[in-house]
């Protein structure tokens, strides 16, 4: 029986994440142990779970994996894909934020408090966020400040600020910046008027030049106290403050994108049966679906039962995804951005903190339709290279072949010289047989495209 | 000078870094929220005492009609 300690699971001293036997555990540290017997005897444990925002897990007598500092351990359940906070739309991290608050709200009332506010700590579970850790509480002593503030403003208040009011591109500063973004680079980023708003002046500009005014200064923190009644009012401010940010995307360049598309209605129809019956054949486990815009044919998996993930690089598509997923209650669908030319890395400590997609891979199934044009035409990504990745990230394809003809193809040419001779579709088969199966293809109805079922060899 | 457990270890010390800056922003704004929660409390109480005369003014003049 081997254990192997989660790699991204060493900051907090009152435990760790573990692997055994194809299960995630939690070693519960001595010193954090008072603090857990609260959490779980206070009924604070109980009602965040009860409400969804806490993750569930149960008390297990397994052998320590590090049996001199140990309590106990838990078995938490398990989150089906791990998702990071610059792959996530506005709208997530702006829920991910209210749902961190809230949380801090109901522990005061059991006189606890978060000790961190991580967004890494916030996961998506069933479509909604959820706190999945568990040893983020300690016991709350009337007076103490809030010693997570700074990392709230960070990684949540600052980059949606600046999507609000700069550009959602800036959210990929925490792809940079794994403690949050720095408030000084915020505060210089915003506009000048957000001078003008009370709740960003004060938790972000004033909040930069304090932390630069004592940055090399001793002071004796210990002389200062927040009353319970003011801890509770910079909660309530804070949550204002997240509550006013709003993104409405001006430029879709995929979400409009069904509304733009060279093929029929019955073509389109055709398209989304030959899908859900590849589905129906591979009965997948997992999908990962790339290039999936808007989630429309996310949704003929999720709609099955099947845990999806719907990457897409474009944020207003995936943030119309995602609404569509709070509105519809959707439990098996994650809509991401991701840029499949530059996807996620490892990044943090040892570069193996935040795991970058492919380790989070491979999953059962991925769906790539009308995508392979777009990776050879517009980034100049060969069909090999394209087989190469798919086949490390999924056992099963569903594959569209878009040929040059195709309008859509043509369109893409249309401002560049065509240097791609090799790009026809015998090239295409013949490069993904090097690690394919190609089991089944049709034809879809009412256009020139052609869709394949593949099997990893 | 405070006397809660968080200044003299008798809870475990916080594993991230609060930051001085952060902590002395978090105090201001404390003070300055702590205080308009005051104000808004207290104008809260006085408008339920002027509201509580007039309605008893009220009902006494209706009574005498």
């Known amino acids: 029986m081997t254990s192997r300690v989660n790699s991204g699971s060493f900051r907090d001293p009152s435990g760790f994440l573990f692997w055994q036997d194809g299960s995630l555990y939690r070693q519960v540290n001595t010193t954090y142990r008072d603090n857990y017997e609260h959490l779980m005897k206070s009924g604070l444990y109980e009602a965040l779970t009860t409400d969804g925002l806490l993750i569930p897990h149960e008390e297990v007598d397994i052998e320590f994996p590090q049996p001199d500092l140990a309590s106990n351990v838990i078995r938490p359940e398990l989150i089906p894909f791990i998702s990071y906070p610059y792959e996530w739309c506005f709208s997530q991290l702006k829920d991910a934020a209210l749902t961190t608050l809230r949380i801090q709200k109901i522990c005061l009332d059991f006189g606890m408090s978060l000790k961190d506010c991580s967004a890494y700590n916030i996961q998506f579970r069933k479509g909604r966020p959820v706190l999945i850790d568990t040893l983020s509480f300690e016991k709350y002593h009337e007076g103490q400040p809030w010693v997570a503030y700074r990392q709230f403003c960070q990684h949540f208040l600052a980059p949606l600020a600046l999507t609000s009011y700069r550009d959602t591109r800036l959210n990929q500063l925490l792809r940079i910046y794994i403690d949050g973004i720095p408030l000084d680079l915020a505060s210089s980023l915003l506009p000048f008027h957000t001078y003008l708003i009370f709740s960003l002046l004060s938790h972000i500009h004033l909040h930069a030049r304090s932390q630069k005014r004592f940055a090399s200064k001793t002071v004796d923190t210990t002389r200062y106290e927040v009353s319970r009644l003011s801890f509770l009012g910079i909660v309530d401010s804070l949550e204002s403050a997240i509550r006013k940010q709003k993104w409405q995307p001006h430029s879709m360049e995929w979400a409009d994108y069904y509304q733009d598309t060279n093929y029929s209605s019955d073509a389109f129809v055709h398209k989304k049966q030959i899908v859900a019956e590849f589905i129906d054949k591979i009965d997948p486990g997992s999908i990962w679906d790339l290039g999936a815009n808007v989630g429309v044919f996310s949704r003929i998996a999720s709609d099955k039962g099947i845990p999806t993930v719907s990457f897409d690089i474009d944020s207003a598509a995936v943030e119309n995804s995602y609404l569509e997923c709070v509105r519809r209650e959707e439990t098996n669908i994650l809509p991401l951005v991701l840029d499949l030319t530059n996807p996620s890395p490892g990044i943090g400590w040892g570069n193996e903190e935040r795991l970058s997609l492919a380790e989070r891979g491979p999953t059962d199934c991925v769906l790539a339709l009308a995508l392979v044009h777009h990776l050879v035409v517009?980034?100049?990504?060969?069909?090999?290279?394209?087989?190469?990745?798919?086949?490390?990230?999924?056992?099963?394809?569903?594959?569209?072949?878009?040929?040059?003809?195709?309008?859509?193809?043509?369109r893409l040419l249309a401002t560049r010289e065509d240097i791609f001779p090799d790009y026809t579709q015998q090239c295409f088969e013949n490069e993904f047989k090097k690690y394919f199966r190609i089991e089944s293809s049709a034809g879809i109805r009412d256009s020139q495209r052609t869709l394949y079922l593949m099997r990893k060899r | 000078m405070p006397f809660h457990p968080y200044y003299y270890g008798l809870t475990p010390p916080a594993y991230i870094d609060p930051g001085t800056g952060s902590l002395m922003i978090q105090v201001l704004i404390a003070v300055l929220i702590g205080g308009l929660?005051?104000?808004?409390?207290?104008?809260?109480?006085?408008?339920?005492?002027?509201?509580?005369?007039?309605?008893?003014?009220?009902?006494?003049?209706?009574?005498?009609d």
């Open chain 1, 378 to 410: 517009s980034n100049n990504v060969p069909f090999n290279r394209i087989a190469e990745f798919l086949g490390d990230i999924c056992r099963s394809l569903i594959i569209e072949f878009v040929p040059k003809s195709d309008s859509q193809v043509q």
């Open chain 2, 37 to 64: 929660v005051s104000a808004k409390i207290f104008w809260g109480r006085i408008k339920t005492f002027f509201k509580g005369l007039f309605s008893r003014r009220s009902k006494q003049i209706k009574d005498d």
